[in-house]
Each structure stands twice: as C-alpha cells, then as structure tokens.
C-alpha cells in the first residue's frame, strides 16, 4: 500500500492535531522509512520480479525488522514515547504508536503472504496487490477519506497552506500512478528513489502543516 498509508496519517490529524503531519506521516511511514537503509545495508533483501503480483514487480524476500507485527509495535511505542515527551501529552503516544502498528495491518491486506509476525514466523498477505482495479479502489477511497478528514481538522491561513498542500496531495496521487509504470531499473534506484521520496515528502508536510491551523 501506498497512499492508503498517507491517508491514515492525513486522518490522524484530528486526533493529534498539536503534532505536525510531518511526524504524523513518519509514523504511518515509518516501515518504509527504514525499510530502504535496511536493505542497502544488506540486512533485508527485496527481488524486482515482474509479474509477482498485478500491481507491483517488487517481491520482498525478508524485512523482519521494519515490517513485522512485532517490530512495528516496538517502534511503535519508541516513537510514540518521543512524540509523547516533546508535547508532553501521554495521548499522543496512543495515536504514533497506532500509526505504526496500522502499516502492517495495511500491508497485511494489499501484500501477497509476506508479511511475519515477529522475525522468522510464518508470513501472511490477503493479496490485494492480484487485482490492480480493486487496489486503486481501496486506495483511492481512503486517501480521498483521509485527505476530506484533514481539512476538516485545520484551516489554511496563507496561500502556503492552501496551494502547497493542494500541491502535495497533487504529487502523492502522480507517484502512486507512476508506481504502477515500469518497474525500477535495479534495487539501487529503488532505494534511492524510496529515501528521497520519503524525505520530500515529510519536509513538505512539514512546510504546509505549519501554515495551517487545528479547527478545535
């Protein structure tokens, strides 16, 4: 899943609205966070094989440490406790910590069985990546949710917080289309590509988010 992650992090704003999208976003990104500088540095493994599923050529050999059950709900909770003590809000802990752990739920649902429990279980995946229409309906429909949820939480008070997270919304819905294009041309691409488009993508919700106000 890849927008429908971004759509959780949108949602969440108005459950946590003192913490920026930017740390919202990392939360329900945080497997794919780390997920690229595991596999560089050669501690999770990722094959392109075109045709593994309908939606993607990406058949993931093994990433117990930023995608299982139990990983998640450990960085989870180290997160989450972060986020907690900077705001000095204990709710806050709840809502990064569900983030997190929602990535794998997610996953579960879109992936084909991958997706472990703890390091070395069994894995599981209901598949949804076998149908591509069937994928970009769930997406479609809960990031437009997602995104509907975070209006209705904040209010632009510039231009920047009008345009700038038009824009954004703009570019996710453009990088999940070209996600279903050709596949990467090697891993080393892919990581690059996964590093930098994460990065961007926080700093400019970040940018936004700042522009904008929590409608309380």
């Known amino acids: 899943m890849f927008i429908g992650h971004f759509a959780v992090g949108f949602a969440a704003k108005r459950a946590a609205p003192r913490l920026s999208l930017a740390a919202l976003f990392a939360a329900a990104q945080f497997a794919d966070v780390i997920w690229?500088?595991?596999?560089?540095?050669?501690?999770?493994?990722?094959?392109?094989?075109?045709?593994?599923?309908?939606?993607?050529?990406?058949?993931?050999?093994?990433?117990?440490?930023s995608h299982s059950l139990l990983?998640?709900?450990?960085?989870?909770?180290?997160?989450?406790?972060?986020c907690a003590l900077?705001?000095?809000?204990?709710?806050?802990?709840l809502v990064v910590a569900a983030?997190?752990?929602?990535?794998?739920?997610?996953?579960?649902?879109t992936h084909r069985p991958d997706m472990p429990l703890y390091p070395g279980s069994r894995t599981f995946g209901l598949g949804l990546w076998n149908s591509v229409p069937a994928t970009i309906a769930v997406e479609t429909a809960m990031f437009v949710a997602g995104v509907w949820m975070y209006v209705r939480a904040t209010r632009a008070r510039d231009v920047i917080g009008r345009r700038a997270f038009a824009a954004l919304v703009g570019f996710?819905?453009?990088?999940?289309?070209?996600?279903?294009?050709?596949?990467?041309?090697?891993?080393?691409?892919?990581?690059?590509?996964?590093?930098?488009?994460?990065?961007?993508?926080?700093?400019?919700?970040?940018?936004?988010?700042?522009?904008?106000?929590?409608?309380?």
Request: aromatic share 14%; hydrophobic share 60%.
């Open 86 to 93: 900077v705001l000095r809000d204990r709710r806050v802990m």
């Open 36 to 65: 690229p500088f595991l596999v560089a540095a050669g501690v999770e493994q990722v094959r392109i094989v075109p045709g593994i599923t309908a939606f993607t050529p990406l058949e993931f050999v093994s990433y117990p440490y």
């Open 99 to 109: 983030l997190v752990v929602s990535h794998w739920v997610l996953d579960w649902v």
């Open 71 to 82: 990983a998640l709900v450990i960085w989870g909770v180290l997160f989450g406790g972060i």
């Open 172 to 216: 996710l819905f453009a990088a999940y289309a070209a996600a279903m294009g050709p596949p990467p041309p090697s891993i080393t691409a892919l990581v690059v590509t996964a590093i930098a488009g994460a990065a961007i993508i926080i700093v400019w919700a970040w940018w936004f988010d700042r522009h904008r106000t929590p409608i309380t």
